[in-house]
């Protein structure tokens, strides 16, 4: 019996230490980001992006995949009691993106977003703008798909040009499939 109280009374500091170590993690995002009833609050004012998206992950547990090339940048957005999904779209626009898949759970529930890379100009100078990009061919779309397939065995330069080539091909089916693939494979990569 003494020995169990002697293990109690030695154990229970660590135990009300790692609660306190959670909930002091939980508190120190909470000035960034709030969830509470599936609606969201952010204020980023000037806050780096990895940041911002390490503070989305640690309150929503949604993860959301960027480029590297976001390291330098920041985000400025606030939003006030949002639905979730509209967040995430804001969220991930703010920071410089309009391309990116959804990745849902089992149950049909939000689980994390890829970024697919850097948003198109928002005005295009037609004396600039070069010829239409052609849509996938049934070549094309196999080739890439056994490209992203092999996704952890391509060098850096094999995957930007796998990217930017899913940035440019024209909406279609073949497209979406594509980039649910691509997405599979940078989770997988990330893991």
Same mark, same amino acid.
């Given at each position: ?17 790692? @609660?306190? =170590? ?7 995002? &909470?000035? +960034?980001?709030?969830?509470? *009833?599936? !609606?969201?609050?952010? =204020?980023?004012? &000037?806050?780096?992006? &990895? ?12 993860? #959301? ?5 976001? !390291? ?34 089992? $149950?049909?529930?939000?689980?994390? =977003? ?7 100009? @928002?005005? #295009? *100078?037609?004396?600039?703008? =070069? ?13 890439? $798909?056994?490209?992203?397939?092999? +996704?952890? /065995? ?9 990217? /930017? ?15 649910? !693939? ?8 990330? $893991?």
């Amino acid at each position: 019996m003494k020995n169990y109280l002697t293990a109690g009374i030695l154990l229970a500091p660590l135990a009300a230490a790692a @609660a306190f =170590a959670q909930s002091v993690d939980e508190d120190f995002y &909470q000035q +960034w980001v709030n969830i509470k *009833d599936g !609606e969201v609050s952010v =204020a980023f004012n &000037q806050t780096p992006v &990895q940041f911002a998206l390490d503070a989305f992950h640690a309150k929503t547990g949604f993860n #959301i995949v960027v480029p590297a090339s976001t !390291e330098s940048k920041t985000v400025n957005l606030r939003l006030h009691r949002q639905p979730f999904e509209p967040a995430v779209r804001s969220l991930i626009s703010t920071i410089g993106y309009d391309n990116f898949a959804m990745v849902y759970d089992q $149950k049909g529930r939000p689980h994390s =977003a890829v970024v697919l890379g850097a948003r198109a100009p @928002a005005v #295009i *100078d037609a004396s600039n703008s =070069a010829a239409p990009i052609a849509p996938l061919t049934i070549e094309e779309r196999d080739r890439l $798909k056994k490209e992203i397939d092999r +996704w952890n /065995e391509l060098k850096q330069e094999e995957r930007g040009r796998i990217e /930017e080539r899913l940035r440019k091909v024209p909406p279609s089916e073949d497209r979406e499939i594509l980039v649910r !693939e691509y997405g599979r494979q940078l989770l997988a990569t990330n $893991k």
